[in-house]
């Protein structure tokens, strides 16, 4: 099995908050995996919120709008489980437009959602 720190997706969990971390390139599936193996660890606390760190992905910018919106709707169906908050973080260089459409949809679908482009804005606000 590969070090966590070389995975291209990973959760940590900072008290209650839920960090997915996406690094480089990655699937879809690889996202789900991850962040279905968070949720089903059966000693974490209940969720207040999910920080979706997306500052290193390079994948981001190469989604199909059918990987959006796949991607989109498993996060919307885990909401609950995630404290029905989410925090993107958009990464450090390019256009934001994609994150920022994505917390836009996250909202429609009834999420308390933001874009941020800082790390530590994003904690602010998810631990409010």
Known sequence: MAS??????S????????VLRM???YSPADLRAALG??????????LTGLIADLRYSE???TRTLGDSTAII??????????GNRIALVAPETGDDTLVHMASVDLRTGGVDAITFRDMGEARAWIRR
């Open 4 to 9: 966590p720190l070389l995975m291209p997706v």
């Open 73 to 82: 709707g498993f996060l919307a169906y885990h909401s609950l489980s995630l």
């Open 11 to 18: 959760c940590d969990l900072e008290g209650s908050v839920l």
């Open 37 to 46: 193996a968070a949720l089903a660890e059966p000693n974490r606390p209940q």
């Open 59 to 61: 994948s981001i910018a």
């Open 23 to 25: 690094v480089g390139t």
